[in-house]
């Protein structure tokens, strides 16, 4: 599937993408793609994230590729649950955090933890870095596991931010490509 015949959801995390971040700079350069706009960015609550997802998707006019960075993953996937016969066709997952378990993850994140570890309805690829100070590379693959994402760790790159570096990430373009070449 080519990206002129999806919409492609960016679904940043905490505290929205800022300038130069990797989604941001999707957003810019990919037709197709656009924000979900979350009410609150800074104290998120899981009802009102997955809630606006939702509206995001049945509100789109053609199939749906959600692309989701560090607390957007979690939302991504409760609002998978919801998702009974969907457009979305697919999930680009990155840097997910480990809200349940590390204790580096801010505390604003706490309404997002205990999540399904179900299946998505959807085919996913999980990329996750080997020093996320958010989430080790283990617990990255066993979310991936559970989810039925493919799975790739992307060296020692931080939490796939502008912190770390990452404003134009070519690589994650690539990734994006092939899951796209896949559905």
């Known amino acids: 599937m080519k990206t002129a015949d999806v919409d492609i959801l960016i679904v940043p995390g905490l505290g929205h993408s800022g300038p130069g ?3 941001r700079r999707w957003v810019e350069k990919i037709r197709t793609a656009r924000f979900v706009e979350q009410d609150e960015w800074d104290t998120p609550t899981l009802e009102g994230w997955v809630d606006t997802l939702h509206k995001d998707i049945m509100m789109a006019t053609r199939p749906v590729v959600l692309v989701g960075h560090s607390l957007g993953v979690p939302a991504i996937v409760a609002a998978s ?3 009974a016969d969907t457009k979305v066709k697919a999930a680009f997952l990155v840097a997910p955090p480990d809200v349940d378990e590390h204790p ?3 505390k604003a994140a706490a309404p997002f933890k205990n999540l ?3 299946p998505l309805r959807f085919p996913s690829m999980l990329v996750a870095s080997s020093n996320d100070p958010y989430c080790t590379v283990e617990r990255a693959a066993e979310f991936a596991s559970c989810w039925g994402s493919d799975f790739h760790v992307a060296g020692d790159i931080g939490h796939i931010n502008t912190d770390s570096g990452h404003g134009p990430w070519p690589e ?3 990734m994006f ?3 796209m070449s896949r559905i």
């Open 21 to 23: 971040h990797w989604q």
């Open 104 to 106: 580096n993850v801010p």
């Open 81 to 83: 649950q919801r998702l």
């Open 116 to 118: 399904p570890r179900d």
């Open 177 to 179: 490509t092939r899951l």
């Open 172 to 174: 994650g373009l690539l």
